[in-house]
């Protein structure tokens, strides 16, 4: 289980653009997820007259190593990190180990 997952609401923490915000796009593997608005880099496109696409230069959101995020606690605005805890019913769920509060997601 992922402790930072798909539609999260991330702040990053280390990097070129540490202190942006964003929200979780996809998971690209176990390690690396991209973010929206975060590590955006200019990419070269060759023109495909095939897919009727033309050339030039895209801005692209390129993956980003969880490591280097943070789940942002809707209650302080903050970073904060994360951990897990079985419910009585048998769950297993997120919770933000500064207030124990449940992550919703």
């Keep these: 289980m992922?402790?930072?997952r798909k539609g999260d609401k991330?702040?990053?923490i280390a990097g070129r653009d540490k202190g942006k915000r964003g929200t979780v796009i996809r998971r690209v593997d176990d390690q690396?997820?991209?973010v929206e608005g975060v590590n955006r880099v200019?990419?070269?496109?060759?023109p495909n007259?095939?897919?009727n696409e033309p050339g030039g230069i895209r801005e692209k959101e390129m993956p980003i190593h969880q490591s280097n995020v943070?789940?942002?606690?809707?209650v302080?605005?903050?970073?904060?990190?994360v951990g897990f805890k079985i419910l009585d019913d048998g769950r297993k769920v997120r919770?933000?180990?500064s207030n124990g509060e449940l992550v919703e997601a």
């Design 49 to 51: 007259p095939m897919r």
């Design 70 to 74: 943070a789940l942002i606690n809707p």
């Design 76 to 81: 302080t605005q903050k970073a904060d990190r």
């Design 10 to 12: 991330v702040v990053v």
């Design 32 to 34: 690396y997820l991209i």
């Design 42 to 46: 200019k990419k070269h496109v060759r």
């Design 95 to 97: 919770v933000f180990k």
């Design 2 to 4: 992922n402790k930072i």
